[in-house]
Structure formats: C-alpha cells, structure tokens
C-alpha cells in the first residue's frame, strides 16, 4: 500500500479560520506566521525513548535540500541511542533513488513527489511496493539580489530565460528589460545560476517552467550546492536563481510566480506553501519499503516516530521548512508515546 501525505493536504482548514493580522498593526505577516509555525510545533507528541537501546545503521541517501535538516535529526536521534548510527548522504534526489533501487539505502530522501514512471520503475526493479512519507513542505523559489525590484515572473518568462529551445515564447529572453522595459539593471545581461540537474529542485522547476526542454549554456551557472545558488544571488545584482525557500537569505529575495501570464502572481510563504496556492510546492519525502505485514523495522520506525515528534519537528523549523500538521503523522507509525494535541487555537 501507498502512503503519500500530499502537501495540498496541508492544514489549509487551520489558516481558513485563523485572521490575517492588519497590516497597519506592529505584526508583520512574517511574524504571524512564525507564531503559527511554533504553535504547530508545539501540537507535536512529545518523544519518549524506548529503554532498550538500537544496535544497528539507518542510510538514508538523496536530496541535498533535504540533507541538512535530516542530518540534525540523525545526530539528534544518535545522542539518544549512541549504539545507533544513522549516515545521511546527499548527492541529489535521483542519486537517492537509484542508491534505493541498488539497496544500498534504507530512505531514499526525494525534495518532490515520485513521477508514476518513477514509482513503477522502482517497483519493478524491487519487485516491493514502496512508500512515501512526506516529513515537511519546501517550494522551488528564484531568487534575485534584494537591490533589484523586479517583483514576479511568470512560467513563460521563466521559460525564456532558462531554457535553451524557450518553446514558450518567441525569442530567448538575455537581458533585464527583456523582463521589465523600466528595469534599473537596464540591458545588464542576466546571470543564471542553479544546481545540479539531477536535484528533485531542478527536476521540479524545470516539470514548471520548461517541460521537455534543456536549459541554455548562455551564461548559466551551475553551482556545487543549493547554498551556492544563494550565495551568487545575494553577491550579483543582475543574478537569477533557483533554490529551496528554506535557504532563503535577507540579500537575495525570492519572487512571486504565475503559472500564467495574466498571473495571479502569488509570492512563497508558509501559508502559500501549506496551502499549495504557490505554483512551485513541493512534499519533502523518505521514500521506502513495508515488509509484508505493513510495517517498518522497528527501529526506523522509532527515526520516524523521533521525526515527528515535537522535538524533531522543531529541527525542521529551525532550518526554515515548512512543518506539517500532527494530524499528518502516518497511519503505519504505531502510536506515539503520548497523545497529539488537539489542533492549535488560532492566534488572535
């Protein structure tokens, strides 16, 4: 049996009934949501360890978005059984996958949701059903330099300026007033920076933008990590780039995106991610097997019931991702050691 928890699904009744602050108050929109996220934090059961201690090694591979927060949660996890060695690696989403398929890991740690071609090779190769656990939201964002006021683009841009073939417009788009004619950056030429090709980032911007197509090799970068993508953008005012919204930083800006070139344009935030109403999100997922039974070994599930707890959810929000609700907790985990709360209040 497939378990996905889709991000559509994402306590979108919580924020329907929670208000917006005004923005004349003192309370950003930011800062609201911020209390929200520490709210559902907060609603997470608390994890009580087991008194025997775990002999024995968890791998997960994939995801390099994914490979700082889940290293935390393994380090975290090891303080707690040090007889326990869990090794994340990165290396991309599709190096995960195929180190699963190999068997060389236990998770395959995926920053999208499996295509079905994806999922029915995996099954083949494995001649096993295989699950995904969804542990947080992300989106795909494009940054540029804070100092630049460009404030969206739409897929059809996008697509003219990182796709080589640019099937969606007419001409390939170079320079900033390509975008906007009153662009301070004038007819700078625009730096392109992403990550490696085989990133679930990648795959998911280019599943958006430029479906089919190869990017251009007309100034564009490819950086080492996502991080690196950042880093050019905060360094380079006429840079353009793609990465996850948890590596935001306050000298790049992430754009709002329209699926259409009417828009509406809509920016990443919590709510647009939890919501799904931003066009780039995306499920942060462990991708493995359940035995015949519908179980995991009992100590991965133990790294799962440690992953959803409050404590590891905490970690999650800590480096910026969105957090899911406690009423995502997979149904396969057993009961955790103590009751999940009720769904927070809503913050007045």
Known sequence: MQITIGILSLITALYATQSVPNPATPTTLAQSEELQESEIVNAFPTFAPLDQPWIGKISITGSDTMATALSALADSFMSIYPKCTVVVRGGGSEDGIASFIAGECDFASVSRALSTEEKNAIESATKKKIIQITIAADAVCVFVNKDNPLKGMTSTQLNGAFSITHLKTKAPIFRWNEIDPNSPLGDAWIRLHTGDRGSGTVKEFVRFAMP??????????????PSAVINACCAYKNALGIASFALRQPRARALAISAKDDGPFVEPSFKSIYDGSYPLSRPLTLVTFLDTTGKLSPMMTDFLRYVFSET?????????????????????IQAPATPVPATPAPIK
């Open 212 to 225: 089919g197509e190869r990017f251009t090799t007309s100034l564009c970068f490819i950086e080492p990590t």
């Open 312 to 332: 590891g959810v905490d970690v999650l929000s800590d480096l910026h991702l969105v957090t899911l609700h406690p009423d995502q907790i997979p149904a396969f």
